[in-house]
């Protein structure tokens, strides 16, 4: 074990610890503090949308983006073949039929054509998973969904600063989604984010995750909905807002490690590599 080689290594900023720090002595650490508002402002600035709701984790931002759609029961929804077993439990939870699409060896990501054939009168969203930092060649879907009215939730936990054409990931979809675990560009440990330009999708994304209180102050304990206790910290935020103010030197980073491994095993013929 004293050559254990971890996946990941979080770096860990100063400026991190100077907002962590604010936080405590404020000793405003759960959830609603100033950080929290702020990371969300300024991570969906960064990612071109307009709204932006922290929440726990991933897996509660692909739930709760999913059931802000308030799609009918049994409704199909197409997903890659690839990825966390989050997506498709987001989908049964929200009782709608996940549809499996094969993902392609070179990139590891889903088969376009394939994704395309999976639509039918019954489709009424599409899961864009982009895998290890390589985004799904999203033109013809995006195109094809917009023509048929079908909802484009794009997960862009693994290509957080990245772009696709120019444009950054995670601007593409209806409602988009983001990680923050230790492992992916940013961290704030745990922690998830939804994003999206639709003022509607944002406002209920807000009241899911906070277990659909009311608005009202004298009718708190009525809720419209069941929703889940999925708020992010304050201290959880103050770190996010440290680790966005360096993500070109995190993107930067992993991109040189990321091509020295490429280029060492790239001609090992024991192993597939991901498209570089």
Known sequence: M??????????????????????LKT?????????????????????KKKYGVAVSNGTAAL?????????????EVIIPSFSIISTANAVIKNNLKPILVDCDLDTWNMNINKTLKKITRKTRAIIITHIYGLPVDLRKIIEVAKKRKIIIIEDAAEVIGLKYNKKICGSFGDI??????????????EGGMICTNNKKYFEKCKSLRNLSFSKSYFNRFD??????????????AALGCGQLKNISWIINRKRQIGNRYFDKLKDNKNIILQKN
């Open 176 to 189: 988009s989604t983001f990680s923050f675990y230790a492992n992916k560009h940013i961290t704030t440990g």
């Open 63 to 75: 739930e709760i983006a999913i059931k802000s759609l308030n799609l009918k029961k049994n409704s």
């Open 223 to 236: 809720h419209d909905d069941i929703g889940w206790n999925y708020r992010m910290s304050n201290l959880q």
């Open 2 to 23: 004293k050559r254990f080689i971890p996946v990941n290594k979080p770096k860990i900023f100063s400026n991190d610890k100077t907002f962590v720090n604010q936080a």
């Open 27 to 47: 000793n405003w650490i759960s959830s609603e503090g100033p950080f929290v508002k702020k990371f969300e402002i300024n991570f969906s600035k960064y990612n």
